[in-house]
């Protein structure tokens, strides 16, 4: 993920405030606010910053355009490691707990409406 170095530094404050959220082990975090204000930015740059605690990692732009599930589903598979491909979207829920009993994943929803 390229990101301009000025528009990380221009938002260092929230991510030292996500990064100590980290720490103390939070399970899910929502960034919320108006559109524009940098919230994908953060997003990104917080999970470039701790990926590599990870043993599979996953960026999701939420499309609502997009209305390919299956296509979607494989995707986020593949940034996860997982190297079968579901035979169809009833395999995925499967596919995904699986993956995430068996390894520790980090997954970034971007765009959810």
């Given at each position: 993920?390229?990101?301009?170095?000025?528009?990380?530094?221009?938002?260092?404050?929230?991510?030292?405030?996500?990064?100590?959220?980290?720490?103390?082990?939070?399970?899910?975090?929502?960034?919320v606010?108006?559109?524009?204000?940098?919230?994908?930015?953060?997003?990104?740059?917080?999970?470039?910053?701790?990926?590599?605690?990870?043993?599979?990692?996953?960026f999701?732009?939420?499309?609502?355009?997009?209305?390919?599930?299956?296509?979607?589903?494989?995707?986020?598979?593949?940034?996860?490691?997982?190297?079968?491909?579901?035979r169809?979207?009833?395999?995925?829920?499967?596919?995904?707990?699986?993956?995430?009993?068996?390894?520790?994943?980090?997954?970034?929803?971007d765009?959810?409406?």
């Amino acid at each position: 993920v390229d990101i301009i170095e000025e528009e990380v530094l221009d938002r260092k404050q929230s991510l030292l405030k996500i990064s100590s959220l980290y720490v103390s082990k939070v399970k899910a975090l929502y960034l919320v606010g108006m559109d524009r204000i940098g919230k994908n930015i953060i997003a990104k740059t917080t999970l470039n910053n701790i990926k590599h605690m990870y043993d599979a990692s996953c960026f999701v732009e939420c499309d609502e355009s997009s209305n390919d599930s299956y296509k979607s589903s494989c995707h986020i598979l593949e940034q996860l490691k997982v190297e079968s491909k579901p035979r169809n979207l009833k395999d995925v829920p499967k596919m995904l707990k699986l993956v995430m009993i068996k390894k520790r994943v980090i997954i970034v929803f971007d765009n959810v409406i």
